[in-house]
């Protein structure tokens, strides 16, 4: 059972303000000593809105340092970073074109090496689709969401397993998670019991834009996943991220027409 109560007050969610109407997607070093959110400017869901930012803050004793834009980011909309357990990888989803000079992408999971030599490189388990939320879990599978065609909705939740130097085929998963309409984001534990995901117009939901579920992994699969009715609120409630501490939920919420921020929530299991 999921337990939800309360507002963690450390760390701060309003300490990860790079100064943009919309701050989102934040998510922390596997030492919790490094943050990583995207910001832009414009109202959620507007055509208008500006291009996504990522950036980083990193704590000094009890203190963050001013948010600074990760080397990579600028030419392109780069949103939805996640930082791999090993701590080697940034994963992000972007719309940086795929070949030099080339038109930019719809969304494609990239991933920056946080360490020496830096590489960034464009995944090959990309679709012609758009691809949403890449999370990576302690035995190096990818869980991310993609509107690819393949699945019974308009947005599915996909996994692929870690092969030498990259990943398998994507494998869409089944109806306990997915279902006719749509899911997109998603953060899954990195032991792979526990996942937390974006939906949206399922009937169950406060919110046609987007609800945030819930299921448990057993050895015989994903339980049915259960709207987490405590978070869910009028507008879109998405990005789900465990901080290290295993206690603390962060999600981003935005009021359709409105700025997203970003919530922190405790987050605790109970047999």
């Not at 490189?121 to 509107?147: D, H, K, Q």
Request: glycine share 12%; charged share 20%; with cysteine.
């Amino acid at each position: 059972m999921l337990a939800l109560a309360g507002c963690a007050s450390t760390p701060d969610p309003l300490m990860f303000d790079a100064g943009y109407d919309n701050q989102a997607g934040l998510t922390f070093s596997p030492d919790g000593q490094t943050a990583y959110w995207f910001a832009w400017d414009g109202d959620w869901g507007s055509s208008t809105a500006g291009q996504k930012t990522i950036f980083m803050a990193t704590r000094r004793s009890q203190n963050w340092t001013k948010p600074l834009a990760m080397p990579f980011t600028g030419d392109y909309s780069d949103e939805d970073p996640f930082v791999s357990p090993d701590g080697r990888w940034l994963y992000f989803v972007s719309e940086r074109s795929r070949n030099e000079g080339g038109e930019k992408s719809k969304g494609d999971i990239w991933r920056y090496g946080l360490i020496e030599p830096h590489t960034l490189e464009r995944l090959a388990i990309n679709s012609v689709a758009t691809e949403f939320s890449p999370v990576v879990t302690g035995s190096g599978t990818l869980y991310f969401a993609s509107s690819r065609k393949g699945g019974p909705g308009q947005g599915d939740i996909y996994r692929a397993d870690a092969v030498e130097n990259g990943f398998g085929e994507p494998v869409v998963l089944g109806p306990a998670i997915n279902s006719p309409t749509g899911e997109w984001n998603v953060w899954v534990s990195p032991d792979e019991t526990r996942m937390i995901f974006e939906a949206s117009e399922r009937s169950t939901n406060v919110s046609v834009a987007g609800d945030l579920y819930y299921s448990t992994r057993t050895s015989s699969g994903w339980s049915a996943a259960i709207p987490l009715d405590s978070l869910n609120g009028n507008g879109s409630d998405l990005l789900p991220r465990l901080h290290p501490d295993g206690q603390t939920l962060f999600y981003t919420t935005a009021p359709i027409g409105g700025n997203a921020a970003i919530i922190a929530t405790k987050f605790l299991t109970e047999d």
